[in-house]
């Protein structure tokens, strides 16, 4: 069905019939998927979108129970995450740019390992990286625990709304509200607490069992900015996302300098130069004399420019 502004909407089925919500937009050959983080719908990367849409098809969608998808009965570990992210893509012939906000890092890196002759590169966006310790320290075991009965309730008593709110911050304004009333349900505080429930085993899992990452262009980008009480974590974050840039091949490690967290609310127009740096190595890479490998992706060029149009609003860190 065709959504807003030509955009065609669909709900593909999952392995296990449930449908998931799916929007594609933008023009040309190339596909760029983008993946929400924990708790997240397609609405979070509207400001991002229309960045992308001059250059590629752009796809975004809701994980289960999550804006406009079915919620799930199995739990919410990668592997369903994976397997529902490769059902809405399994009608794209092209291999796929993925973009990987938070949590949707881990999702875009394990979906990559098991189909690797899918992917044409990746950018992680302040992803949750298996080699920040402070993943695995007791007092975030506990926040994890105290947390995740409490969402539902969070929702019932309107205080994940309160918490979404300055999410909308920038976004174009209809995308916003969907955002926060989508997000503020009781129904999908529940499916975000099913995949934070999930993510400490899924953490272990990656800490014990890396990824194998395809030989393609991965870019990092890191929020840099952070409260006082803030700092210890983000700059441990911050050394782990550097330290798996230089561990990949190809990889790429960006300074998001006016952002925290939020680098697709904050910064869309860096996310959308490094999808461009990857779609205009690949193109140059498949040029007449040139083949994979041919281009050092790790090297230091500097950022293409931002699309014309493109805004930009100052960086702020909210958890």
Do not use: K
Not at 135 to 152: C, G, H, I, K, W
């Amino acid at each position: 069905m065709t959504g807003p502004a030509g955009g065609l909407e669909e709900d593909p089925v999952s392995r296990d019939g449930r449908r998931l919500h799916s929007r594609l937009t933008g023009q040309g050959e190339a596909v760029v998927v983008l993946e929400a983080g924990l708790g997240a719908t397609r609405d979070s990367w509207a400001g991002l979108v229309p960045l992308l849409e001059p250059h590629a098809r752009v796809l975004v969608y809701d994980r289960a129970g999550l804006g406009r998808s079915e919620p799930a009965q199995d739990d919410r570990r990668l592997p369903s995450l994976v397997a529902d992210l490769h059902a809405v893509t399994a009608r794209v012939e092209r291999p796929l740019v993925l973009v990987g906000h938070s949590w949707g890092g881990p999702i875009v890196r394990r979906f990559a390992e098991a189909h690797p002759r899918r992917v044409q590169g990746l950018v992680l966006v302040d992803p949750s990286d298996e080699r920040c310790l402070a993943y695995f320290s007791r007092a975030n075991a506990l926040q994890t625990a105290l947390a995740v009965p409490l969402m539902p309730l969070l929702a019932r008593l309107g205080l994940i709304a309160a918490g979404v709110r300055p999410m909308t911050a920038g976004l174009p304004q209809e995308a916003a509200a969907r955002l926060l009333d989508e997000s503020s349900t009781v129904p999908a505080a529940r499916a975000a607490a099913a995949e934070m429930a999930a993510s400490g085993p899924d953490l272990v899992e990656l800490r014990d069992h890396p990824p194998q990452l395809p030989d393609v262009p991965v870019t990092w980008i890191s929020g840099v900015q952070a409260s006082r009480l803030e700092r210890g974590l983000r700059d441990s974050l911050v050394a782990a996302h550097e330290a798996s840039a230089r561990a990949h091949g190809r990889g790429r490690h960006v300074r998001a300098e006016r952002s925290g967290h939020l680098v697709p609310m904050t910064e869309p127009e860096l996310i959308a130069a490094e999808v461009r740096r990857i779609l205009a190595d690949e193109h140059e890479a498949a040029a007449p004399g040139r083949g994979p490998g041919t281009r050092d992706a790790t090297s230091a060029s500097p950022h293409l420019p931002p699309s014309p149009g493109s805004p930009r609003s100052a960086g702020t860190h909210l958890s």
